[in-house]
Structure formats: structure tokens, C-alpha cells
């Protein structure tokens, strides 16, 4: 019943993954533990082979973090889930379960930053070879397809563009290809989104993001849609070591708890916030799937349960106006990240992507005056009248 896949969203965002814990705790336990005891010399043997499946080591498994696991994967619609330390330890582990020497990746040319710099400067280190497209258009991924592509990634809406791919356009190319489509749902959540419906392989979580939503731990999942990847990138996070530690996956699932009601509620601040924006004087343009404004609307509305949280948005005013504002915010937030209670605001080409030449930020769509809105759960009045101020002075 718990782990059961056809129960609602909300009823499953709270139980999936509960096991009867045999002091009857409403939660699940922290196993704040490294190692566990066998019963014998022989259960320890059968614990090795995998003939029996007792816990041996908190790196290989652990009860709290299974818990974890298993809810993850069950509100993904996926097989099973792998917990890593960061979404980045889970993009990292799936590089390196699905590419290697003379491999290659087609991925997306807008994506979360460290995502495409951990390629280039250290995966290209190990001879593996990539192409970097605009995924929102499909031809561009087909044309960028080699003999030797094993793995195609995108991130949708992407990071900070908020530009739309369509996974099952995307998935129908992998798998007509033999390879897999990984996709970092981060964005949206498994309440918003869930790209193994579409078709997609493998998700990738930062779930220090809407999963968490408190803005207080750092922590990532691999979902896949089969046991057979799971089976090649588990072994790869076990001997990499980049897990969970336990206290992480009970603050997580804690989180987790709540997600459906946190991203409805941010999320509905955020059409207003971007209506609002749209008919501002000082705003070129608003980036939102929720605005029929944006070029992908219609994919969206197709796609995703709803237009999600992040607004991007650019200032007539250019670096100055973005620097102005980003100075002047009182109740929201000048931070990086997403997904959290708090609403946060930032300005890439004066903050995340101030070191980038003008070039390449352009072909990530990296405008002067491109601001990334993330809402909270704060009444949006009070919002709208934090960024009026603002703006006032931008
Ligand atoms: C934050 C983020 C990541 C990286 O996650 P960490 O938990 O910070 O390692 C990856 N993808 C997206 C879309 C993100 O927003």
C-alpha cells in the first residue's frame, strides 16, 4: 500500500517509501551508522553475495537513505532511486556510469553551469568528447549525434533560459539511437514533471533544491526508469563514494513531505509575479511557461503539470539596471539556488557568469539585463511590493 504507484501525488509524497520501523516511529529513523552487525560469519557471507539483503555498510546502503530512495523513485515513476551527497555527485556518477575514452555526449547548451565545466575541465581530461546544442530544437541534438554517442542530457526548462525541450521528441531520437536520455528535472520536481513518463532513462535531482525546499542541505538523486541502469550506475556511486550520509536523507524526506504544497503555492505567486513583470515599463520581456508569451508554451502545457516557480526576465536597463535591482531587493533574497521557502533572486552577467566571455554567454542566452526569479512560499503581495520598490530604482 505504501509504496503503492497509483495513490495521489500528496498521499504518496508523504508515505511512499515507509517501512514498519519495529518501535512504531511515525517517521523514519535516522540509522546514524557506519557499519552494521552480522548475525554470523555465514549471514555476513550471504549479505556479500546479495542472497540475503541485510545492510553491511552505510556507503552500500543504509535504511534511512533506502527510505529515501524508494520515495524518490516511486513519485518519478522511475525503478529505483540512488542517493548521492549533491545533484552534482548524481551528474557526475551518471558521466561516469554512461560515457568514458572516445565517448560522447550530446547535451544541452543552456544547462546548470558546473554541469557542462565539469565536462570540459575534467572529463575531456579522460578523452571523453562533447557537443553542447540548443536541445529546444530537436534537429540540433539529431545533427550532433556521432557513432560514438552514448548518452544524451538535457536539463527542461533550462537553467537560466527557462527554454522548453520535448523529452518525448528527445527520448524517440536516444532510443531510435540505442542510447539513453538523461534528463536534471531539478527545475520542475516530480510534482510538476516526470520525464520517465516522456520517455526519458534516467533523472537526475539536485534535491537541495524544491525536493528539500528549505534551503538547508546540499543533496542529489539518480532516478532510473529500469533495473538494468540501475544496475551500471548504482556500483558507480557505491565505489566512487559519493553518497548520502543518514542524517542528510531524514532531513530530505522530511522536506519531501511537503513538496507538492510548497510548489503549488510558489508557484502560484509566480504567474502573478510574472504578469506583474510583464506589463512593467522597466522589463524588455518575461520569460515563463505560464505566459503565453513564451515560445513553448503549448510544449509545456503538454509536458508539465504546471509553469513552475522560475521566471526569468530582462531589464531594458542592461548590467546596470541588473545590479541596481539585485542592490535594492529588501524581502527577496540576492542568493543562487532555487526551490526553497524563500523567494531568491539573482543576476547571472554580473554574478554566476561574470567570469564567462560576452560570447559564450550570449549562446547561453546570457543577457546583460537577464534576472532569475525564484519564488517562495511568502504572501505574493508582499513580493510585488518588494520588487516595485526595487525596480523603482533599477
Ligand atoms: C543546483 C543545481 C544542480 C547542482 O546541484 P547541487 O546540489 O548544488 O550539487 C544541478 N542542476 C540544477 C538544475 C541545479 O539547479
Same mark, same amino acid.
Given at each position: 500500500m505504501k509504496n503503492a504507484k497509483d495513490l495521489g501525488f500528496f498521499t504518496r509524497q508523504v508515505h511512499a517509501g515507509e517501512f514498519d520501523d519495529p518501535n512504531g516511529s511515525a517517521t523514519i529513523p535516522i540509522y546514524q551508522t557506519s557499519t552494521f552487525r552480522f548475525k554470523s560469519a555465514d549471514h555476513g557471507a550471504?549479505?556479500?553475495?546479495?542472497?540475503?539483503? +541485510? $545492510? *553491511? $555498510?552505510?556507503?552500500?546502503?543504509?535504511p534511512t537513505i533506502d527510505a529515501l530512495e524508494k520515495a524518490v523513485a516511486n513519485l518519478e515513476h522511475g525503478y529505483g532511486g540512488i542517493a548521492t551527497s549533491s545533484g552534482m555527485a548524481a551528474?557526475?556518477?551518471v558521466y561516469l556510469a554512461l560515457l568514458g575514452s572516445g565517448k560522447h555526449i550530446v547535451s544541452h547548451n543552456a544547462l546548470y553551469g558546473p554541469?557542462?565545466? #565539469? @565536462?570540459? =575541465? #575534467?572529463?575531456?581530461?579522460?578523452? #571523453?568528447k562533447y557537443s553542447y546544442v540548443? =536541445? =529546444?530544437? *530537436? %534537429? !540540433?541534438?539529431?545533427?550532433a549525434i556521432l557513432p560514438e554517442t552514448t548518452m544524451i542530457y538535457t536539463e527542461t526548462p533550462a537553467n537560466p533560459t527557462i527554454g522548453i525541450s520535448d523529452l518525448k521528441a528527445l527520448a524517440e531520437l536516444a532510443h531510435e539511437h540505442n542510447i539513453p536520455l538523461v534528463v536534471d528535472n531539478t527545475f520542475c520536481s516530480p510534482f510538476l514533471q516526470r520525464p520517465i513518463e516522456h520517455g526519458a532513462d534516467v533523472v537526475v535531482h539536485s534535491m537541495t533544491k524544491f525536493i528539500n525546499g528549505h534551503a538547508d542541505i546540499v543533496a542529489g538523486m539518480i532516478i532510473t526508469? !529500469? %533495473?538494468?541502469?540501475?544496475?551500471? *550506475? %548504482? &556500483?558507480?556511486?557505491? !565505489? @566512487?563514494g559519493c553518497n548520502m550520509d543518514p542524517h542528510q536523507a531524514y532531513m530530505v524526506h522530511r522536506g519531501l513531505k511537503t513538496l507538492g504544497l510548497r510548489v503549488e503555492r510558489a508557484q502560484s505567486s509566480a504567474m502573478k509575479i510574472a504578469e506583474y513583470l510583464e506589463n512593467h515599463p522597466k522589463v524588455a520581456w518575461v520569460k515563463y &511557461?505560464?505566459?503565453?508569451?513564451? &515560445?513553448? $508554451?503549448?510544449?509545456?502545457?503538454?509536458?508539465?503539470? +504546471? &509553469?513552475?516557480? @522560475? *521566471?526569468?526576465?530582462?531589464l531594458k536597463g542592461g548590467l546596470d539596471a541588473g545590479k541596481k535591482l539585485m542592490d535594492n531587493v529588501k524581502l527577496i533574497l540576492l542568493a543562487v539556488s532555487l526551490g526553497g521557502v524563500e523567494s531568491l533572486i539573482q543576476h547571472p552577467a554580473s554574478m554566476t557568469h561574470s567570469k564567462i566571455s560576452h560570447e559564450k554567454k550570449l549562446q547561453a542566452g546570457i543577457t546583460d539585463g537577464l534576472v532569475r526569479l525564484a519564488t517562495g512560499i511568502e504572501n505574493v503581495e508582499d513580493l510585488i511590493t518588494d520588487l516595485d520598490q526595487a525596480l523603482q530604482k533599477a
Open positions: 550471504a549479505c556479500f553475495s546479495g542472497e540475503d539483503n +541485510g $545492510y *553491511i $555498510y552505510t556507503r552500500l546502503g543504509n551528474i557526475t556518477t554541469a557542462r565545466g #565539469v @565536462m570540459e =575541465t #575534467v572529463f575531456s581530461r579522460f578523452g #571523453v540548443d =536541445t =529546444t530544437n *530537436i %534537429e !540540433n541534438v539529431r545533427k526508469a !529500469n %533495473e538494468k541502469l540501475f544496475k551500471i *550506475i %548504482e &556500483p558507480v556511486m557505491n !565505489n @566512487m &511557461p505560464g505566459l503565453k508569451s513564451h &515560445p513553448q $508554451y503549448d510544449l509545456a502545457k503538454r509536458q508539465m503539470d +504546471g &509553469p513552475g516557480t @522560475m *521566471i526569468s526576465f530582462e
